[in-house]
């Protein structure tokens, strides 16, 4: 009895180190984005510092800066001014996003290809230290801005 009672005690004194299982369809590629662009240190990382940690795996649900169609698929990310460095990742796992703003950060590097994202209507990215050409947006016939 005793050894059922210590093998309780060690299981529950686990618990708080297993992460969630994250199945959002957008989750890993908010992650890719989250880690190389320094998310820990963002002004605002609500939801995402969850989501990182496997508490939060649905960003649809508080995570700054992130809106969703009525489908649960991330359209929009808005993360002016809030501190994001390093690169920015190809977002090519976010399949829906329509709308991405990271102005007035201090993101380098170059401008990932986003011709995959057939959706992306907006993209404002001024005010960061980005350099290297401007890719081919031709494929991206709704980008507007």
């Known amino acids: ?3 059922i ?14 992460k969630a299982q994250c199945t959002h369809p957008d ?11 320094g998310g820990a240190n963002w002004t605002n990382n609500t939801g995402w510092k969850e989501g990182a940690a496997g508490i939060n795996c649905e960003p649809c ?3 700054f800066g992130i809106k969703c169609n009525q489908l649960n698929r991330v359209i929009e990310i808005s993360l002016i001014d809030n501190q994001l460095t390093g690169t920015i990742p190809n977002l090519l796992n976010i399949s829906q996003l329509q709308t991405f703003r990271i102005s007035f950060n201090q993101i380098s590097g170059g401008i990932p290809d986003f011709s995959k994202l057939p959706n992306m209507r907006t993209f404002f990215c001024a005010n960061n230290q980005l350099e290297g050409s401007i890719p081919n947006f031709t494929n991206l016939p709704n980008l507007n801005e």
């Open 1 to 3: 009895m005793k050894t």
């Open 27 to 37: 989750y890993a590629g908010l992650m890719e984005l989250y880690s190389s662009t």
């Open 5 to 18: 009672y210590f093998l309780t005690i060690i299981f529950l004194l686990t618990l708080p180190n297993i």
């Open 61 to 63: 649900n508080g995570w």
